[in-house]
């Protein structure tokens, strides 16, 4: 760890500004392999085309550098601090200011997940991987729409098609969800353990409505579901 007055000075400055602003500026968590990429980029070959030798420019493991961060962002008292996405990294405002920001992030996000967006969030969440099926057999109602707004806000994603009739789609988070939650991983979501189920085949009931919304949407002969179906290459890009 490093000294209290400030990060480790063996570590150059000018890496940490680079580090603060590729952390700043990404939208989406940083990993480690990135952190390296930006901070140590391959060196050209010598003269005889020979390549630089990566240890003698690598003094420093990534996870120093984000160490050596705190450091610098503690010394000049920034209102931010460093969080672990999964297994990714980002900058997030510092709990001494969040209180303040808190009607400002509930006015934005307000609009853009209601209750039953939530609910829709929720049993995805537990009971991944799900079937919309499933989904609509819980709620009572159809969850359709629901889904197509978190597939759109990246809150979900579209994991594969199940082996049943009319191969339905199964729904899962994505790390924007951890990310939107503040969580390392879905083993921080409350009593995960006791929710969490695979997916079942469930009753032919429950089977028939995947099939008779999923098979339009091949054909096209249903605009709505159609879209849902649309929205699978945006799912997959955002795992």
Avoid: C
Avoid at 68 to 90: I, S, T
Avoid at 135 to 163: K, N
Wanted: charge should be negative.
């Amino acid at each position: 760890m490093s000294a209290p007055n400030g990060p480790d000075p063996g570590i150059d400055p000018a890496k940490l500004r680079l580090l603060f602003a590729l952390l700043f500026s990404s939208p989406e968590p940083v990993t480690l392999d990135r952190v390296r990429e930006v901070l140590h980029p391959p060196a050209p070959g010598g003269a005889d085309g020979e390549e630089a030798d990566p240890a003698a420019a690598e003094r420093h493991s990534p996870r120093e550098y984000l160490e050596a961060l705190r450091d610098w962002m503690a010394e000049r008292r920034l209102p931010l601090a460093l969080h672990q996405v999964g297994k990714a990294w980002r900058l997030l405002t510092s709990e001494d200011v969040a209180e303040a920001l808190a009607s400002v992030r509930r006015k934005v996000h307000q609009d853009r997940l209601g209750p039953a967006a939530l609910e829709v969030l929720a049993l995805v969440a537990y009971r991944q991987p799900i079937l919309k099926a499933d989904i609509d057999a819980i709620r009572g109602v159809r969850s359709g729409p629901h889904l197509r707004h978190l597939l759109d806000l990246r809150l979900i994603r579209i994991l594969g098609r199940a082996e049943l009739p009319g191969r339905p789609f199964l729904y899962g988070t994505t790390r924007e969800f951890l990310d939107r939650f503040g969580l390392r991983s879905l083993d921080e979501l409350p009593e995960a353990g006791r929710l969490a189920a695979p997916v079942e085949a469930g009753p032919a009931e429950a089977e028939a409505p995947e099939r008779a919304e999923e098979a339009p949407a091949a054909a096209g002969a249903d605009g709505a579901v159609a879209a849902e179906a649309g929205a699978e290459p945006s799912g997959e890009a955002a795992t």
